[in-house]
């Protein structure tokens, strides 16, 4: 994980459950995300955390929303767009948090790789047809980095819902087939998977690799960075 001007990148996605859970913005959590940043850069001055940023509950409101009013008329592209704007908003809050440190524009367009030197860069949605997921993705592929690391509300995968059911089995590691093969191929927007299934094939197409752990859990993030043993779940 490396470049040209020394830095050691490193990609996040910020799942937006963590961001904008069910009730409104999640004020603990941006401030506990925004103090950890900041000691890992005083620590790490080379490092360059790329944070891209989902819409969490937000979109999943306006695309219900639009279901309601509008029906049957409205297609997943319509769907997606609000998605997408949900994203944008949640990173314009978040590029305001790291307005002192990070590069001053989101970035919401794949086709350009921009020059960055800044500690913190804040991306958001793209295109409809995927989740922040697959941008994470892409990001990784544009500033050659080998691991995405996905926050989320899971500390882990399970083989099933452990909600439902209590002798679910967690899983440390699985390969991209078969992750594949339980959350399939299609996309439905505002749906709740831990990787997006786009995303997952491009994902496995670059051999990046993808660690899935608990975005509340800062001591076992910190701990997956220092090299340490950490919980979550490695697919590669």
């Known amino acids: 994980m490396g470049n040209r001007l020394g830095h050691e990148r490193i990609v996040i996605s910020v799942g937006g459950s963590l961001i904008v859970p069910n009730g409104g913005i999640n004020i603990p959590f941006l401030m506990k995300l925004n103090e950890f940043i900041r000691k890992q850069l005083a620590k790490n001055p080379k490092r360059q955390f790329f944070l891209v940023i989902g819409g969490g509950e937000t979109a999943r409101h306006y695309i219900e929303a639009g279901k309601e009013v509008v029906g049957h008329d409205l297609v997943n592209e319509d769907l997606d767009w609000l998605g997408i704007h949900s994203t944008r908003l949640n990173a314009h809050l978040m590029r305001t948090i790291f307005q002192d440190i990070a590069y001053p524009r989101l970035i919401d367009d794949y086709t350009i790789i921009q020059k960055v030197t800044e500690p913190v860069i804040i991306a958001?949605?793209?295109?409809?047809?995927?989740?922040?997921?697959?941008?994470?993705?892409?990001?990784?592929?544009?500033?050659?980095?080998?691991t995405a690391l996905n926050l989320s509300n899971v500390s882990k995968l399970y083989d099933r819902d452990p909600n439902k059911f209590p002798d679910a089995q967690p899983i440390d590691k699985i390969t991209w087939d078969k992750f594949r093969s339980i959350v399939g191929d299609k996309w439905v927007p505002g749906s709740h998977v831990p990787f997006d299934p786009i995303a997952a094939k491009k994902a496995q197409e670059l051999g990046i690799r993808v660690v899935i752990m608990s975005g509340s859990d800062f001591e076992n993030i910190e701990k997956y960075l220092g090299g340490k043993e950490f919980v979550g779940t490695v697919i590669e």
Do not use: I
Not at 131 to 146: F, G, I, Q
């Open 124 to 146: 958001a949605g793209w295109r409809p047809g995927w989740s922040t997921d697959y941008c994470a993705t892409l990001l990784c592929e544009d500033y050659h980095v080998a």
